[in-house]
């Protein structure tokens, strides 16, 4: 059975278990079962078989069992982890991947002896540190200890993560791990990223619940957010299968005691979200207008086209009422400090040998590290100790700085450390005010952490043997067992503002239809909701949400320009001119209704109509010459000849005329019969086109649809003229 065939099935039989179809997953796992070379995969097949008939047989006797729902769900829990078992029993020997080849490598070693030959080494740097020597003696001993507790590290790092399940003992073992004062901090984190990233590629239950107990018993707050961070991760990647496993339900219950789980819970939660802004999606999909538009808009105004949508003023002061705006600027100010805005300069720093070791991915930045000590001939150095300060830098980020720094010359480097040295005095202020707010704190915790996972799912060369919560939409409240802490008001408010910000509309409307449904919508959430989807390009449930408002306040002039607008480009024109011109009454001052009445008028081909509110907005104070290509293309369209000449030449002399201008003036000069003087303005058009040929023949080519089409120019002299132009320029 080969890797295709191994994932394929699994996908099938995870896919029925999802839907409690058991008789169907349990024909296809016996199939992988009986090619695993594991007899013991055997015999827990037949058991969990034998109990699932038992089960059926007492269901079909008309037997009541008030116990079949629990025994339904340890047969459901155990297929799965059956399955996974049979997984790894059949790919282990023919698959390359770094999970398998470290279960082989490690599955015959105990954790317990690799704990107590840890702790042995650990003691030992206690003691050479305790001895004095102005000699290099001790330094170099102690260095060497150093290396060998990494190596420690490392193999305890593959050992959690690669097991797969843990056994009781493995759980009682890592459980003394966590709880031992005298294992380093740096070493318990690391555990808390393996025992992570080994549930996300096998379900562990007791993985996640050593996190969830390490959240509610560790006492230092990297631990605990550590722990809270990684167990959020596997929850959400597990969500739909979490209903059965009881300890795990009550593991997650027994910590709303904790004062701070809820709100720490929020923060993971929003940071996540932030973590999508990294790439820089952008999902904001704009449809283009009919290219007539093209011919007349004012590409020379730094003024937004009247074609955009626009965002409702009315919508700061409701969140400026409503304490959002403060929250938003907390946490942008917080995301402009410690976001991911130094990931595209440390993305190119990860190729360092120090970043092919796995654990090193997760390792807190600490300045006994050998590789840091190394980067400096095996002496502390002061930078070491002024990158540790730098708030702003996840640790991966902090080894790169180090390794980068390190491989400078001497010059540089002391000159880095003269301006780092200045800066001492500003770091220690900022460490200083993150400790005057706890919420702070425990937020900038959680951020360099997320940002430290963020780099290894996204940068480690082999990223795609892992699975990665940062390829999902992130959405909390998704997991049933989490969203009744993160559904509140306030908290969907706030999620839903910044995916609106930030142009993830789809999202933005999952949490503003679950504040609807809450009943907790102000109504402007309705036009949020309908601007999300004008965004995205669906205009009829657009106008649906913009209706619902329309129903509250029937005289609000953006609400009516935006529904005009969907009209328009759902091509609805008597409903679009119905909405404009209502918004026209409201607001007759209005330049942009006034053109985009115009615009409406010109996709009809009604020109005399769209003259007028051409006209109209010329006069307006405001207008400037935002009017006069609309008028001089239809005045050529007209036949007002020296109407369009006065126009155009407005805008070649008063404004700063375009390629598109001079076309436009010389399809007037053709479509008079000024052929020589068409050519001469054409010339024009093409040198502003970087006397581009091809892109001016094909600007020159479309526009055969209206002087061939409607001003009656002969096809032959239209194409003659162009060839004219191109062979004499």
């Keep these: 059975m080969d890797k295709s065939e191994i994932s394929k099935l699994k996908n099938e039989i995870f896919a029925h278990l999802d839907n409690r179809e058991l008789a169907l997953a349990f024909r296809l796992l016996k199939v992988m079962v009986d090619n695993a070379p594991q007899w013991e995969l055997k015999e827990e097949f037949n058991r969990l078989n034998t109990s699932y008939k038992y089960m059926l047989q007492y269901l079909s006797q008309g037997v009541l069992d008030p116990q079949r729902d629990n025994i339904l769900s340890h047969i ?40 107590e030959e840890y702790l042995i080494e650990r003691n030992k740097i206690d003691l050479i540190a305790s001895a004095h020597d102005e000699n290099n003696g001790n330094v170099d001993a102690l260095n060497s200890i150093l290396l060998q507790c990494e190596t420690h590290e490392s193999d305890i ?60 018993s560790l006492d230092d707050s990297e631990l605990q957010l550590r722990a809270l961070i990684n167990a959020v991760i596997v929850i959400f990647l597990y969500r739909n299968r979490l209903k059965y496993y009881g300890e795990i339900l009550t593991a997650l219950s027994s910590l709303e005691s904790s004062p701070s789980f809820a709100s720490d819970l929020r923060l993971v939660f929003t940071r996540l979200i932030h973590s999508r802004n990294t790439d820089n999606i952008s999902r904001k999909i704009r449809k283009i207008s009919p290219d007539i538009f093209n011919k007349i808009k004012d590409q020379s105004l730094g003024t937004i086209d009247i074609n955009e949508i626009e965002e409702n003023p009315q919508w700061q002061q409701w969140l400026d009422d409503s304490g959002i705006t403060r929250k938003l600027e907390e946490i942008n100010e917080i995301q402009l400090e410690g976001g991911d805005v130094f990931i595209s300069a440390f993305s190119k720093l990860k190729t360092y040998p120090f970043f092919n070791t796995l654990s090193n991915w997760f390792l807190p930045y600490h300045e006994n590290c050998t590789a840091v000590l190394e980067a400096f001939g095996r002496k502390k150095h002061p930078l070491t100790s002024l990158i540790k300060m730098m708030p702003l830098l996840c640790d991966s980020d902090k080894y790169s700085m180090i390794l980068s720094i390190a491989s400078a010359p001497e010059s540089q480097r002391n000159m880095m450390l003269s301006q780092f040295e200045a800066q001492r005095e500003q770091f220690q ?27 290894f799912f996204k940068l480690y060369s082999r990223r795609r043997e892992f699975k990665s919560i940062f390829d999902t939409d992130l959405n909390l409240t998704d997991a049933e067992c989490l969203n009744v802490y993160i559904s509140d008001t306030p908290t969907l408010s706030l999620i839903a503002e910044f995916y609106f910000k930030n142009g993830f509309y789809q999202d933005a409307i999952k949490f503003y239809r679950i504040m609807v449904a809450n009943h907790d919508a102000d109504p402007h959430v309705y036009q949020k909701i309908a601007y999300s989807f004008q965004a995205l390009g669906r205009y009829q449930n657009a106008l649906r949400n913009y209706s619902r408002y329309e129903i509250v306040d ?66 307006m104070p405001k207008c400037k010459h935002r ?34 201008d001079y076309l436009n003036y010389g399809h007037l000069l053709q479509s008079m019969g000024r052929i020589a003087d068409a050519i001469g303005i054409y010339r024009k058009s093409l040198a502003l086109e970087n006397n581009d040929v091809e892109a001016f023949a094909r600007l020159y080519l479309d526009d055969r649809k209206y002087l061939v089409g409607k001003l009656n120019v002969p096809d032959i002299d239209y194409t003659t003229i162009l060839d004219a132009v191109i062979y004499n320029s």
């Design 627 to 660: 009017a006069w290509r609309p008028i001089a293309w239809c005045s050529l369209l007209t036949g007002r000849h020296e109407q369009g000449i006065n126009y155009y030449e407005k805008i070649i002399n008063e404004d700063t005329p375009t390629s598109q």
């Design 76 to 115: 459901i829990s155990e297929s799965y982890l059956l399955t996974d078992k049979t997984v790894i029993a059949l790919a282990v020997s023919q698959s390359t991947h770094i999970f398998y080849r470290r279960h082989q490598e490690y599955r015959g070693r105990d954790l317990r002896d690799m704990l």
């Design 554 to 619: 029937n005289t609000d002039v953006w609400n009516i320009k935006q529904m005009a607008q969907c009209y328009r480009s759902l091509r609805d024109h008597d409903k679009a001119i119905e909405y404009y011109s209502k918004a026209l009454e409201l607001s007759p001052g209005s330049v942009n209704v006034c053109l985009s009445l115009g615009h409406c008028y010109l996709d009809m081909d009604d020109y005399d109509n769209a003259l007028q509110q051409y006209y109209k907005a010329d006069f």
């Design 157 to 216: 790092f593959n050992k959690v993560w690669s097991s797969f399940p843990l056994s009781n003992a493995d759980v009682e073992n890592i459980a003394s791990l966590l709880s031992n004062s005298k294992v380093p901090l740096h070493m318990k984190s690391l555990v808390l990223s393996a025992l992570m990233l080994g549930a996300t590629k096998f379900f562990d239950p007791s993985k996640l619940k050593i996190l969830l107990d390490g959240y509610g």
């Design 429 to 455: 202020e900022l460490k200083s005010d993150e400790s005057q707010s706890i919420i702070k704190m425990r937020d900038m915790i959680v951020n360099r952490y997320i940002q430290d996972l963020y780099r």
